[in-house]
């Protein structure tokens, strides 16, 4: 029998502040984070 040929792994980071204002979301991640927000800002204001 063969040996199985193990494939490497993609590695992943964590994204870096340079890398994720060039880091593009779909539309609804961005309606996502501005929802967010825009309840942050409801919350702090109460």
């Not at 792994?9 to 996502?32: D, H, M, T, W």
């Amino acid at each position: 029998m063969a040996e199985a040929v193990k494939k490497p792994r993609p590695e992943y980071r964590n994204i870096g502040i340079g890398q994720l204002a060039k880091y593009r979301l779909p539309l609804a991640g961005k309606v996502s984070i501005l929802h967010r927000v825009s309840g942050l800002l409801l919350f702090v204001c109460l």
